[in-house]
């Protein structure tokens, strides 16, 4: 018989309970105790030691509409609906992120990441398969080199959850698919080829669905490139299935740094005790973790939920690097939001609260243009050598130029002539 044994993911009550042990209505929850709960409901007799354990944690992932309905209320209409939607946009929630989900609230920020809606073929004629042009600037299969320093590698489609604002949503349609030997070699022997080459990316499918030898293998000759200077891993692994971050993974990841793991963290509730052990495990192990957010709409659209996300993640020493505007992908257009309402978020966090938890608002252009940093206006006018900015209260300052050597001032025309 499985004894089930106090949970590792416990949340301590004491700063939210009362004497009786019970949350008060108007108390946020402390972080994991959704999960806590969730496991109590669903998962009663499954030990600490396999929830904790990633294989099972993948094994057992959510990926029908049947089995999603055991774990929150779908009308049989809406489950004919989402099945139509997954027949497209395949669906796949661990158990530890669907255990994040508030079931009886239909706009749960979690939820609309994970679980499918029928706005993602219903608003099928908007949008773009490939916006950034990731497909015209492969190189060769997996392998992406767009900016000069600086290539992306793909190692498969394969992601423990599928974020339904993902802007490869365009592989899942093709299986699952890891890339071959044969193909990894392709891709390594244009990095070798390529001196320029001194940062790479590997990225999403998460690559932490191989297992860690397989991966070790790529990060080991990979490391050999003497050009290679920096590796990144973009992975939503401690978001989604922070069990995965192992002492073996971290062990054989800080065998090859300088590693740098971009982490995706959309929303508060993600950041679990879980979650925090993840990103300590891996800063322990020599791996700085930046964090890169993707605007959505109803998840974290506001100033108040990303200051609040980016002060969680500064917590668990996670830097706010990037807020993504939603790419013009094909089957997100009801996740998307204006490009104004991530200046204003921008607006409503600079000097508001520190710059380290202010991330830089980017668009990826259509088309393969690359990133382009947006924020709010702060000089107003410059002329004659003086600027007139606005700070982020709105008050007015003038700020000097130094003299220049040949007495002239620096102006509005020098300062256009700065620009790339
Ligand atoms: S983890 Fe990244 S690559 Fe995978 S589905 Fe989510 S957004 Fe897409």
Same mark, same amino acid.
């Given at each position: ?6 949970? /590792? ?17 108007? /108390? ?22 396999? $929830?904790?354990? $990633? ?18 209320? #779908? ?57 950034? /042009? ?15 320093? =600086? ?20 592989? $899942?349609?093709?299986?699952? $698919? ?13 990095? =070798? ?20 030898? =397989? ?8 490391? /050999? ?63 700085? #973790? ?18 609040? #996300? ?92 130094? =003299? ?17």
């Amino acid at each position: 018989m499985i004894v089930t044994t106090a949970s /590792a993911e416990e949340p301590s009550l004491h700063h939210c309970a009362d004497t009786a042990g019970k949350i008060p209505a108007d /108390a946020e929850e402390p972080p994991g105790y959704r999960s806590h709960r969730f496991r109590q409901k669903f998962f009663k007799n499954i030990s600490d030691d396999t $929830w904790n354990d $990633w294989k099972w944690q993948f094994r057992n992932r959510i990926t029908s509409v049947e089995r999603l309905a055991e774990f929150i209320p #779908l009308e049989k209409q809406e489950q004919e609906r989402l099945k139509f939607v997954t027949s497209r946009y395949p669906l796949s929630i661990t158990p530890h992120y669907l255990s994040l989900i508030d079931p009886d609230n239909p706009d749960d920020p979690v939820r609309r990441q994970a679980v499918p809606s029928f706005e993602e073929t219903a608003c099928a004629g908007i949008g773009q398969e490939d916006p950034l /042009a990731e497909q015209k600037d492969s190189v060769v299969p997996g392998l992406v080199h767009r900016y000069p320093d =600086r290539a992306l590698m793909v190692l498969t489609n394969i992601c423990p959850v599928l974020c339904r604002h993902c802007t490869r949503k365009r592989e $899942w349609q093709h299986g699952r $698919w890891v890339r071959t030997d044969a193909e990894i070699n392709l891709m390594l022997d244009y990095i =070798r080829r390529n001196p320029d080459l001194r940062d790479v990316i590997i990225s999403g499918g998460d690559s932490l669905t191989l297992s860690t030898g =397989r991966l070790e293998q790529v990060l080991r000759r990979l490391r /050999a490139i003497k050009h290679v200077e920096i590796i990144r891993i973009g992975t939503r692994f401690p978001v989604v299935l922070p069990q995965r971050i192992d002492a073996e993974l971290c062990a054989m990841l800080s065998q090859y740094g300088p590693i740098w793991i971009n982490t995706h963290f959309n929303h508060p509730h993600e950041i679990t005790p879980a979650a925090a052990r993840a990103c300590d495990r891996l800063l322990r192990s020599g791996i700085p #973790l930046n964090n890169q957010s993707v605007l959505l709409r109803g998840v974290n659209d506001s100033v108040a939920t990303q200051t609040r #996300l980016c002060h969680e993640l500064l917590k668990i020493k996670v830097r706010p690097y990037y807020l993504f505007q939603t790419d013009d992908v094909k089957g997100t257009e009801h996740l998307r939001t204006s490009i104004e309402t991530g200046v204003q978020i921008i607006a409503g966090m600079r000097g508001h609260t520190s710059g380290l938890a202010v991330p830089s608002f980017v668009i990826d252009l259509p088309g393969g243009g690359g990133k382009v940093p947006l924020q709010p206006e702060y000089l107003l006018s410059a002329s004659g050598g003086e600027y007139i900015f606005r700070n982020y209260q709105g008050r007015i300052f003038r700020c000097r130029n130094p =003299r220049r050597a040949d007495g002239a001032a620096d102006d509005a025309a020098a300062l256009a002539a700065a620009q790339p």
